[in-house]
């Protein structure tokens, strides 16, 4: 991939998304460039798988929209790992190689090129020679690394990943941050669900605050300030799942 100068690759107008009615994120403005590292934080049951989905369009905004200045942008995503079921003995070269599919199709027939770029995609992330292993023998951290080889494969512009270092060992992060900073350089852009603060104030330049309403889209050091997170923690204790639609003033944040 090159590195051509930023444009905004998602645009947020106004957006609500959630559930039967029920909103999970409120009117979020702002857009993300090409190229951007955004974390996105907040408080549990605060919008953020619910925006990845969004992005997805696994679920319709009930208000707002998202736009794709420069078109819709091809995706790959990595769920959190409790939404995958992965407890079956299929081979590691094999669940990385379904890599390809998104581009070739599922009954596309296998090349000696692909194998070739399923060992490479291994060997990137740490795993020369896991091939032939059953993804049931592996560790939390060694199926983590398998679930990046398998992102790799997919070679999208854009990519969206949902806690991706949870329950994970520090050396494990620690190569799959390196790898995700590689993406950028590469002008690849990411989005991910995080935790950690620190790790995101140390990695990710910019940040989205969700805590069902917005609080804050940017740069991380003047998105995650000590007013913010107080404000983050308050609404977590005051959220109502099952409200409806507000009708709170637009709060418009720069992206």
């Known amino acids: 991939m090159t590195n051509n100068p930023a444009q905004a690759l998602i645009q947020f107008n106004n957006l609500t998304l959630g559930y039967e009615m029920h909103p999970a994120v409120h009117h979020l403005h702002g857009q993300i460039l090409t190229g951007d590292l955004l974390a996105v934080v907040g408080p549990n049951g605060g919008g953020k798988s619910t925006l990845l989905k969004g992005l997805m369009e696994e679920i319709r905004p009930l208000g707002g929209t998202i736009s794709w200045p420069l078109g819709r942008s ?71 690394r398998v679930l990046f080889a398998r992102l790799l494969l997919e070679d999208a512009p854009l990519i969206l990943l949902d806690e991706p270092f949870a329950a994970v060992d520090e050396a494990t992060t620690v190569d799959l941050l390196a790898l995700i900073k590689q993406w950028q350089a590469e002008g690849r852009t990411v989005i991910a669900v995080l935790h950690d603060l620190h790790q995101v104030r140390t990695h990710f330049p910019k940040c989205l605050l969700l805590a069902r309403d917005v609080l804050g889209m940017g740069v991380t050091e003047t998105v995650l300030t000590a007013e913010n997170l107080a404000k983050a923690r308050k609404m977590q204790v005051l959220a109502d799942p099952l409200a409806p639609i507000c009708d709170l003033d637009e709060v418009e944040v720069q992206g």
């Open 74 to 144: 091809q995706l790959a995503y990595l769920p959190q790992r409790a939404r995958l079921d992965l407890d079956f003995p299929l081979r590691v070269a094999d669940f990385v190689s379904l890599g390809h599919w998104p581009r070739r199709g599922a009954f596309a027939a296998i090349k000696s090129t692909d194998k070739q770029a399923v060992e490479q995609a291994l060997k990137a992330v740490g795993l020369t020679g896991f091939g032939k292993r059953s993804l049931d023998s592996l560790s939390g951290g060694q199926l983590q």
